[in-house]
């Protein structure tokens, strides 16, 4: 097992470079950047652009020519009557002088030491943004990951049992319809309904926690947490236990019509038996295996609609807000950790397949 848990250590490596060098090809390609984002903003608004850039007060908010100097076609749209060396300055400030490959070498090299230096327009530390955004993205991707299979395993062993009985049509029947109402439209719902809209005024409309949190009990600051997340995490369950039932109920189908499981029967053990004894753990490994994959879904992309609707300063909305925004080292840092985050926890998935099933060998297996 040692052996096997160093190579998909090592393998990790290649996998996250691929990713980031993928993306940071995409980058170079992409309309935009933060250079063109200071120069729209000096067309309308130059002083406080270039303060914010230069610190203010320099020599280079003086220098930047905006009477018509600069002589020679620039390639960023907007640069036109700027002085050249406004935009070299802005190149570097940036780092946007270096070729490339030199850039993407030097993001690589500062990531392995976790150094994903500082927003471009924020004025903070990359690290520190996503830890403080981390908080929101674990409380709704862990929550609802558990609520989901908390629903989900016992609902798809139910209906497994009943399979064709009139339980296993009306909930299969009211999980295909669950599963094709829009989470966010869900959300909008509940706050209308819940939250101050037209009708009661039940749950807190925006945040993690109240203002006056730091003075509550132990107990208050629970309540007062799972308070404001009984909204989003309503709208995001709606949808997310679909997927897993059904492939827990089919899975059970597929074991119990196998041979062994009528052995058992035959030696007379008794259904439950049957069930939690032997059909059980083989039924299990193919929900083990979609876990990762629901896990950094809840916990990323699937709750950046619902973290823009209540609020929720999560590291989704970081994540799209950076894009839009092209800042950059915020993109790639959480694209780092997103990505080392899935790798990890897909490995934990798989070493957790010899708990479930020890005739598992991954010794014997090339990666």
């Not at 299969?172 to 037209?198: D, Q």
């Amino acid at each position: 097992m040692g052996a096997y848990i160093l190579r998909r250590l090592l393998l990790m490596i290649p996998t996250i470079l691929g990713i980031l060098a993928i993306s940071f090809a995409v980058i170079q390609f992409a309309p935009g950047g933060p250079v063109e984002r200071v120069l729209a903003e000096l067309s309308g608004q130059a002083g406080s652009a270039t303060d914010r850039i230069t610190g203010g007060g320099d020599s280079l908010g003086q220098d930047q020519g905006l009477d018509g100097g600069g002589g020679e076609a620039s390639k960023y749209r907007g640069a036109q009557g700027l002085d050249p060396e406004f935009i070299a300055k802005l190149e570097k400030q940036f780092g946007f002088d270096k070729p490339p490959l030199e850039r993407f070498g030097l993001m690589v090299w500062n990531f392995v030491r976790f150094d994903f230096g500082e927003s471009y327009f924020r004025d903070v530390a990359v690290i520190d943004l996503i830890i403080e955004k981390l908080p929101v993205s674990i409380s709704l991707g862990l929550w609802i990951t558990l609520i989901s299979y908390g629903i989900s395993i016992p609902l798809g062993i139910k209906k497994a049992v009943s399979d064709g009985s009139t339980f296993d049509i009306w909930t299969s029947g009211v999980i295909i319809i669950a599963y094709a109402i829009p989470g966010f439209l869900f959300a909008i719902l509940l706050m209308v309904l819940f939250a101050g809209g037209s009708f009661y005024d039940i749950f807190p409309l925006r945040g993690l926690t109240s203002e006056n949190f730091d003075d509550l009990s132990i107990f208050g600051k629970i309540t007062d947490y799972f308070w404001h997340l009984a909204l989003p995490l309503t709208a995001m369950a709606l949808a997310a236990f679909a997927t897993t039932t059904l492939l827990t109920k089919n899975s059970f189908l597929d074991e119990i019509r196998k041979q062994y499981v009528q052995t058992a029967r035959a030696k007379g053990l008794t259904e439950r038996q049957v069930l939690y004894g032997h059909v059980f753990r083989n039924a299990m490994l193919i929900i083990i295996a979609g876990f990762p994959a629901a896990f950094i879904s809840s916990f990323f992309t699937g709750s950046l609609l619902i973290e823009t609707i209540f609020a929720l300063d999560g590291l989704g909305l970081l994540g799209f807000e950076s894009i839009i925004g092209r800042d950059y080292p915020v993109v790639f840092g959480n694209l780092f950790i997103m990505s080392l985050l899935g790798l990890v926890v897909t490995l934990i998935s798989d070493l957790t397949y010899t708990l479930i099933d020890p005739r598992i060998d991954f010794e014997s297996r090339e990666v």
